[in-house]
């Protein structure tokens, strides 16, 4: 249990990273959505087959791992992020974002038989509210293009994370996603050369974003996995919007409010109330 926590917390910190890193990099327009997009997927994939390849027997070029589903999916969710990122406030994205992926994830659990108690409702109920609360003042009427791109980054984003509850290999599982969603990244490498926007910060943002935060944060969180049910994987994911508005805070030099310093505690309470309640009803 202690080391689901510790690999679920650097996961939500890598998911945040990913947020702060695409807003340096394409809220400032140092880069493309879609030239980031390759880069961030493609640096993942050689980072990841270089670690492995390090690691005998891990993997043999003819039998790559992972599956064109979860690729899809990963690649869905990045391409249509990067986009959507560039048509709406960081605010009315992440409210869209979350409650795609709490829809989908949520949705598939109560589906496939799973229930909930009344300590897990309340908690889920109690974290999410906050989450919108915390978010609202930043919401605007949202663009409909970029709305429906978020809403298919947070659905494949929730595909992408229920594909990877099976994995029992996850390093390589995820370098294998990565690999096969980096072939959808041609026709995105092409539109770089010939059309695309990079300078030099946000190639090496992209760079940061594929590497750490997605290549190694996405292997995190297939470990991760492991030991969280469906329900709570969608539910720690709350967690992230608070991480990210605190990295922001440390280094971005961004205002700490007196709402964020009330409700981000109770978006945490609400999250670790649902899940201990799930503990103990294990038990």
């Not at 202690?2 to 947020?19: D, E, G, V």
């Not at 919108?132 to 919401?139: A, N």
């Not at 994995?167 to 695309?196: E, H, V």
Request: proline fraction near 3%.
């Amino acid at each position: 249990m202690k080391s689901t926590a510790a690999l679920t917390l650097a996961a939500m910190i890598a998911f945040a990273a990913n947020s702060l890193l695409a807003r340096l990099a394409l809220g400032a327009g140092s880069i493309d959505a879609a030239s980031y997009t390759a880069l961030r997927i493609v640096s993942g994939a050689a980072f990841l087959f270089f670690v492995i390849s390090r690691r005998p027997g891990q993997v043999r070029m003819q039998e790559i791992p992972g599956n064109w589903l979860a690729a899809t999916a990963l690649f869905a969710y990045a391409m249509a992020f990067s986009l959507s990122y560039l048509m709406l406030g960081a605010a009315t994205g992440a409210l869209i974002l979350f409650s795609s992926v709490q829809a989908t994830m949520v949705g598939y659990s109560l589906a496939r038989g799973d229930s909930l108690s009344l300590r897990e409702l309340a908690g889920f109920t109690i974290a999410f509210l906050a989450f919108v609360y915390l978010i609202l003042p930043g919401v605007g009427r949202p663009d409909l293009t970029g709305s429906l791109l978020m809403v298919i980054s947070g659905i494949s984003w929730g595909v992408y994370t229920l594909r990877g509850r099976g994995s029992t290999t996850p390093l390589r599982d995820t370098a294998g996603n990565f690999l096969r969603a980096s072939a959808f990244c041609l026709p995105l490498a092409l539109y770089a050369i010939w059309g695309g926007k990079a300078s030099e910060s946000g190639v090496l943002l992209a760079l940061a974003s594929g590497v750490v935060a997605s290549g190694l944060g996405y292997s995190i969180w297939y470990r991760a996995l492991t030991g969280l049910t469906t329900f709570q994987a969608a539910l720690v994911q709350l967690s992230v919007p608070v991480i990210a508005a605190f990295g922001a805070i440390l280094f971005l030099s961004e205002t700490l409010t007196v709402r964020f310093a009330i409700v981000s505690p109770i978006v945490l309470g609400g999250i670790a109330f649902a899940i201990v309640a799930k503990q103990r009803r294990r038990v």
